[in-house]
């Protein structure tokens, strides 16, 4: 039977106005809810994600994330006085699923650390005992300990209470809110999710157990889910992984093709990591491949078709660039995700909901290093400070590695992309206005192109010998 993640907001909350839009790392509060339910579908290989609003901009943002939203929450189910059963029931009744036994899951949006995997966990419970089940997390001290202020007395809330060391205490649990699950027809006949003795408590670490009251909650939220260590991209192992990777790009298509050889080793001799090659024919694209690595490069191509893509992989391509309109393709985000080859995905014109669906397919399909790349054009060189700032909120979002493809020309948007902690800078070694494209044109290129990596090196130098000395150091 396919489960029911419901996730109830309402629009008129009094503690922090508009709440459920608030981000953390970038996504509202609803979708993350959303986001999370959707995961625990996959998770389970079946679910439906509905979001019960009374508010517009709130079911609006929703869909935006991928819920459904087939109805509006009657305003008498919104106020602070009704009861979220109430609502919920309306809802199962809307739904027609009044009368099953469907796993209903409500997630709670003012939650908005908790795993998708611990939805799912909480779904498989209930369909295992057919008890309700709720999320739980240790609580820090023990509930003996707990106090009451009486005329300004303090009075032990318990009868229980006594002086101890905390570990002479069995453990105590506080209910999180993040998820609770029941069957429909027992929620609309009345049941309620917490029934002492028979609910089921599926715990939860307490570093995800936040729920948003306070507006420091939001804060501590933030922090949390923006501590995730970000991973190190790398297209080899020579590669120095904590190092901004320097890409050529050499794939111009209105270069000539026998000035490749040429402009493979002038990446490397400017200083280059990697060169991004045009795809070719199966034997010269294995030629260029095997040249480029005795010059120390790696290779990147940027498959056309799905079809393409194990055509580069047996030439020996280290990785794959995935271009915005490439990823709307899924038998090619499949095929490109299934060589586990590290992939630059080109985040350029992509919303945050679009990107992290195919983040999600991607790494459902087994990729491995995955580095998000946004690029600045010769117009924009004027105005970096719109262009680049996406690029901060994209590794903050996802936690991924994050890349400039800089076509811009000048040497403000290379360091700009120092600063913002670029895994990745990649340049045409060739730009567009050399046509028709000579040797002593690929010379010029490769002079310009070797000073930006030599300013860049200098100033990654210069960044490192200002980094506290370690203790054995001082």
Not at 6 to 16: A, D, E, L, T
Not at 23 to 45: D, Q
Not at 74 to 90: I, K
Not at 174 to 182: F, K, R
Request: net charge negative; hydrophobic share 45%.
């Amino acid at each position: 039977m396919t489960p029911l993640f419901i996730i109830p907001v309402r629009g008129g909350s009094k503690g922090i106005p508009g709440k459920n839009l608030k981000t953390v790392a970038g996504i509202s509060l609803v979708g993350r809810a959303v986001r999370s339910s959707l995961a625990a579908s996959r998770i389970l290989g079946r679910g439906r994600v509905v979001v019960d609003s009374d508010d517009e901009a709130l079911l609006a943002e929703a869909r935006r994330w991928g819920a459904e939203t087939p109805f509006v929450r009657p305003a008498a189910l919104a106020t602070d006085e009704a009861s979220y059963l109430d609502g919920l029931r309306h809802a199962l009744q809307v739904l027609d699923l009044h009368e099953t036994t469907t796993a209903v899951a409500v997630v709670q949006a003012t939650s908005p650390l908790t795993p998708p995997r611990h939805l799912a966990d909480a779904v498989l419970r209930y369909e295992a005992t057919a008890k309700p089940v709720v999320s739980v997390a240790a609580s820090s001290h023990p509930i003996e300990w707990g106090m009451r202020v009486e005329s300004g007395k303090l009075v032990p809330a318990l009868a229980t209470f006594r002086r101890a060391r905390r570990q002479e205490f069995p453990a105590a649990y506080e209910l999180t809110g993040a998820v609770s699950v029941a069957g429909a027809s027992y929620l609309v006949g009345g049941g309620d999710f917490f029934v002492p003795g028979e609910t089921e408590a599926l715990e939860l670490e307490p570093r995800y157990a936040i729920d948003i009251d306070h507006l420091e909650d939001l804060e501590f939220a933030r922090a949390i889910a923006t501590a995730e260590p970000i991973p190190a991209f790398s297209l080899a192992d020579e590669n120095e992984s904590r190092r901004c990777i320097v890409i050529a790009d050499l794939a111009r298509t209105a270069a000539p093709r026998n000035t490749l050889r040429a402009r493979i080793d002038a990446a490397a001799d400017g200083g280059a990591n990697a060169v991004v090659l045009p795809s070719l024919a199966s034997p010269a694209l294995k030629t260029h491949v095997v040249h480029a690595l005795d010059r120390g490069l790696s290779t990147l191509v940027s498959p056309e078709t799905s079809e393409t893509v194990s055509r580069l992989e047996a030439a020996g391509v280290a990785g794959l660039v995935l271009s915005p309109k490439a990823t709307a393709n899924d038998a090619l985000l499949v095929a490109a995700a299934a060589t586990r080859m590290p992939l630059l995905v080109g985040a350029d014109g992509l919303d945050l909901p679009h990107l992290d669906r195919i983040l999600m397919r991607l790494r459902e399909g087994g990729c491995g290093a995955i580095a998000l790349v946004q690029t600045v054009d010769p117009h924009q060189a004027g105005r970096l400070g719109g262009s680049l700032r996406p690029l901060g909120a994209l590794r903050e979002t996802f936690r991924v590695p994050v890349g400039l493809n800089d076509r811009s020309g000048s040497s403000t948007a290379l360091l700009a992309a120092l600063g913002l902690e670029c895994a990745l800078w990649q340049r045409p070694l060739v730009a567009d206005d050399y046509d028709p494209l000579s040797n002593a044109d690929v010379r010029h290129a490769a002079t310009e192109f070797a000073s930006c990596v030599a300013t860049l090196r200098e100033a990654e130098a210069l960044l490192s010998s200002e980094a506290p000395a370690s203790g054995a150091d001082r």
